[in-house]
């Protein structure tokens, strides 16, 4: 049973943009913070974004002004709006509650790779 499923990556080059969605169950989803991480090559993964089910939102340092962390709560889906991407944005993107805990499953990732 899936209940994360991120979508929207792909191949960009430096400056350009993407949209990425998360569709998850309603059981992970309703009243929930979702998140969305992200693991670059060989590196652990991180935060990237967060938001309440008030909308709410809060955003790593290396990613403010640039990106857009969104949800529909009818959709049970969460969004994240990628612009002026860089090279270091590249990495797979998941989406998840926030914060995880060890028993939270993950689900495949987006990857998005940025070219200089």
């Known amino acids: 049973q899936v209940q994360l499923a991120e979508s929207g990556g792909g191949l960009v080059q430096a400056g350009g943009s993407l949209r990425l969605s998360c569709v998850a169950s309603?059981?992970?989803?309703?009243?929930?913070?979702m998140a969305w991480y992200r693991q670059a090559p060989g590196k652990q993964r991180d935060f990237v974004a967060t938001?309440?089910?008030?909308?709410?939102?809060n955003y790593a340092d290396s990613v403010k002004g640039r990106f857009t962390i969104s949800r529909d709560s009818a959709k049970n889906t969460v969004y994240l709006q990628m612009n002026s991407l860089k090279p270091e944005d590249t990495g797979v993107y998941y989406c998840?509650?926030?914060?995880?805990?060890?028993?939270?499953?993950w689900g495949q990732g987006t990857q998005v790779t940025v070219s200089s």
């Open positions: 998840n509650v926030f914060p995880v805990l060890p028993w939270n499953a």
């Open positions: 309603g059981s992970i989803f309703r009243g929930n913070i």
């Open positions: 938001i309440t089910s008030g909308g709410s939102t």
